[in-house]
């Protein structure tokens, strides 16, 4: 397994303000990626964080809106661009180990208001 | 959009009684993971089976996964207080892209009553 940290681990933020959040791993993973789960909701991916290269987004995600960087094999940002209200919502790093698993950091709750 | 939809939606039972949980799935999949969640925290990962792989142990869990029917069920035997949670399958499709990337069900709130 691995171990995952994530910063902040909630935050309140005002319409039209930027959060960027921050996610650690213990050791070295090839693929990292960012989730969204909103209110009473499932997990709904975002984007895989490539090292060296821009983020892949799924449909529905933009890079504008959801910055992402990856500048090692340990550490990735994500921010929420411009918020509002329906950006609350708690948002989860993982890492792909060997054997697919995969492994979930504590998340982040944002709140906008 | 969701690949996944698990039944019941909620369920509650006894200290002790067992717990069943099912995730049925669209696409073919590479591996398919269940998922334990407590109160919005992060997810705890659980088990793993793939997709030529018919059951699988881990402790008091039991996850069986059938293809031809696109479908998993998550056991939890000899129920405590303490597996209070949601809990979610994720597959991991080879259509998506890549087998790493999951999609998750929409979840079963189990409740254990003391």
Redesign the interface.
Known sequence: ?AVISQKPSRDICQRGTSLTIQCQVDSQVT?M?WYR?QPGQ????IA?ANQGSEA?YESGFVIDKFPISRPNLTFSTLTVSNMSPEDSS?Y?C?V?HQ?????????T?LTVT | S?QGEEDPQALSIQEGENATMNCSYKTSI??L?W?RQNS??????LI?I?SNEREKHSGRLRVTLDTSKKSSSLLITASRAADTASY?C?T?SLSS???????????TQLTVLP
């Not at chain 1, 499932?42 to 991916?45: A, D, G, H, I």
């Not at chain 2, 919005?40 to 990962?45: A, E, F, I, Q």
């Not at chain 2, 892209?97 to 979840?107: K, W, Y």
């Open positions: 397994s693929m990626f789960q499932s997990l709904t991916l895989t892949t708690i989860l993982s792909s054997d697919y698993e995969q492994y979930f950091g504590p998340g709750r | 969701q590479n591996n993971q998922y919005g925290r992060g997810l705890v990962h793993l793939r979610f994720a991991g892209g890549s087998a790493r990337q999951l999609t998750f069900g929409s979840g």
